[in-house]
């Protein structure tokens, strides 16, 4: 049995938590550990990727709750209150962007001399569904863009990415948070994320995970 039809099962076998997503058995929601970034890290999601059980958007707003804000993506609705807060000149807005992308709009972050919120959006999906996401985003176009270089392989086995290298959403998060000089807020949720992967994956196979 291929481990894609073992995901795609986990929600018939097992009721499923409506805050974390995972199988109320190995449910992690008073497990994960708090942190609250300076940085915000605004999510855009279709509606569909964010129920996937697999999404970690949902485990990133329940670890880092008051930085983090998740955006419904409709291609006939725009969404009203991700757009005010990228106009309201609170914020030193980024969008984050596929690394093998040349654009003239990419630049390099760097948090000194900053005085406004440092505000990052991060597309929920693979690399295609985002740059789909954002042609059709007029309101994305203008922002300046930020790519990452991640040395190490992804953690995130859970479904196939489109290619080598690529980053689930909490991995790209934590990333740009130590893009922000915040590596202890990082670190947990680094954990956070270790975390949920364990309890996925043996929910796969109908195990419990013992809490320590």
Not at 2 to 21: A, P, W
Request: aromatic share 10%; hydrophobic share 35%; with cysteine.
């Amino acid at each position: 049995m291929k481990s894609n039809y073992k995901v795609k099962q986990i929600t018939k076998l097992y009721e499923s938590c409506d805050i974390c997503g995972l199988p109320v058995i190995n449910c992690i929601c008073s497990s994960v550990k708090k942190v609250n970034t300076k940085a915000k890290l605004w999510i855009l999601s279709v509606e569909r990727e964010f129920y996937r059980p697999s999404n970690t958007a949902r485990i990133l707003k329940l670890a880092n709750p008051e930085a983090t804000e998740i955006f419904h993506w409709e291609r006939s609705n725009t969404p009203k209150e991700l757009i005010e807060k990228i106009e309201s000149g609170i914020y030193d807005v980024y969008l984050l962007f596929p690394q093998e992308e040349e654009s003239s709009t990419i630049v390099d972050f760097n948090n000194k001399g900053i005085s406004k919120i440092p505000a990052f959006i991060l597309v929920d999906g693979t690399w295609k569904e985002a740059k789909r996401i954002i042609r059709r985003s007029e309101y994305l176009k203008a922002i300046p863009r930020i790519t990452l270089k991640a040395d190490y392989k992804s953690k995130y086995t859970l479904r196939k990415g489109v290619f080598d290298g690529n980053l689930c959403t909490m991995e790209a998060a934590i990333e740009v948070i130590k893009l922000n000089k915040e590596f202890e807020e990082a670190m947990v949720l680094t954990e956070d994320f270790n975390l949920f992967l364990d309890n996925f994956k043996a929910s796969i196979y109908g195990h419990k995970v013992e809490k320590k």
